[in-house]
Every structure is written in structure tokens, then in C-alpha cells.
């Protein structure tokens, strides 16, 4: 491939592969990235794609990268802080917190996260909800933020009607007591 501009229709076309809610080409689009990290940039912009199953696809890809390579998104932290926090189809919500944790972020841009974290904790997704409380945890085990914050979210989590969200909220009591 040469140059973003031509990957772009081919990467679209891998993105559009499967259903919604299988991970489709994501593996295939994730070692690109990471054999050319250039390519994160329409991967991100897939993000904002009108095709839900695009955009889900697209974030399922970036998590993988960032298990991987984190540091390809450093440069890229304002843009996913900004599609986070106006983020709309639940599979944001859900991989966007995995990749943000990993990123180097300012004093900022981690106040920024950890309030859209908080405020995620009442999306009407049980997924989206427990991976921002899972993003809180991750954010006070590096020392990012406040062991009390995290504290006040798992104990409103414990408090939720939501069965999946007490009990994400229950094993992250249980295992981040040393935070």
C-alpha cells in the first residue's frame, strides 16, 4: 500500500466485513496498523463512520493495536478523548477506555478522561458502564487518579440495580483494595 490516501478504500472494505456484532477483519486491520502505525489515522476516522458495524469494527481493530502498541495513539489522545466523550454507538464507549489508559495523556487530558469515565458509569449500556468503571480502575492503579475516585465509583457501582455493573463493581473491589 502507498501512502494513507490509497489504504483508505481498502481498509474501509475490511471494516465493512462481517455483522455488527462479530469482530470481522479487525485482527487483519490491527496488524496493518501496527506494521504501518500511518494507518491508525483513517482507522480512527472510521470511528465516526455513518455504518455502525464500520465503527464498531474500527474500535474493536484499535484495542487490539493498543494491547500491542500503544503508543501509536499518543499522538491521537485529543481526537479519541473527543469521540469518547461525544461517543454514541456503545462499542466506543466500550474499546475507546481500553486504548485511552494506555495512552501517555497530560494532567488534562486525564481529568478530561476521568470525568467522561464517571459520567459513562450511567450510559444505558451495561458495557459501556462497567468498561468506564474497569477505565477508572485502570486510571488509580497506575496512580493517574485518586484511589478515592475510584473508591466513590465502585461503591455507586455496588449500589446500581444493574446486576452486571454491581458485579464488575464487586471484582474491582475485590482485587484493587492495595490501590
Known amino acids: 500500500m502507498s501512502g494513507a490516501g490509497a489504504a483508505e478504500p481498502a481498509l474501509k472494505e475490511q471494516l465493512a466485513q462481517g455483522q455488527r456484532g ?51 495513539f499518543d499522538a491521537h489522545v485529543e481526537k479519541l478523548l473527543n469521540l469518547f466523550e461525544a461517543g454514541s454507538q456503545w462499542e466506543i464507549g466500550e474499546q475507546l477506555p481500553k486504548i485511552l489508559v494506555r495512552c501517555t495523556m497530560s494532567d488534562v487530558q486525564i481529568g478530561r478522561l476521568a470525568q467522561a469515565l464517571k459520567g459513562k458509569l450511567q450510559n444505558k449500556s451495561n ?53
Open 22 to 72: 462479530e469482530i470481522g477483519a479487525a485482527a487483519s486491520v490491527a496488524r496493518d496498523i501496527i506494521e504501518t502505525p500511518r494507518l491508525v489515522e483513517p482507522v480512527i476516522a472510521a470511528l465516526e463512520d455513518g455504518d455502525p458495524a464500520i465503527v464498531a469494527h474500527a474500535a474493536h481493530a484499535l484495542m487490539q493495536v493498543s494491547l500491542d502498541e500503544p503508543t501509536i
Open 127 to 179: 458495557i459501556v458502564a462497567a468498561c468506564a468503571l474497569s477505565g477508572l480502575a485502570a486510571l488509580a492503579e497506575r496512580g493517574a487518579i485518586g484511589g478515592d475516585v475510584l473508591d466513590t465509583a465502585i461503591e455507586e457501582a455496588l449500589n446500581s440495580p444493574r446486576k452486571a455493573l454491581a458485579a464488575r463493581a464487586r471484582r474491582l473491589r475485590d482485587t484493587t483494595r492495595k490501590i
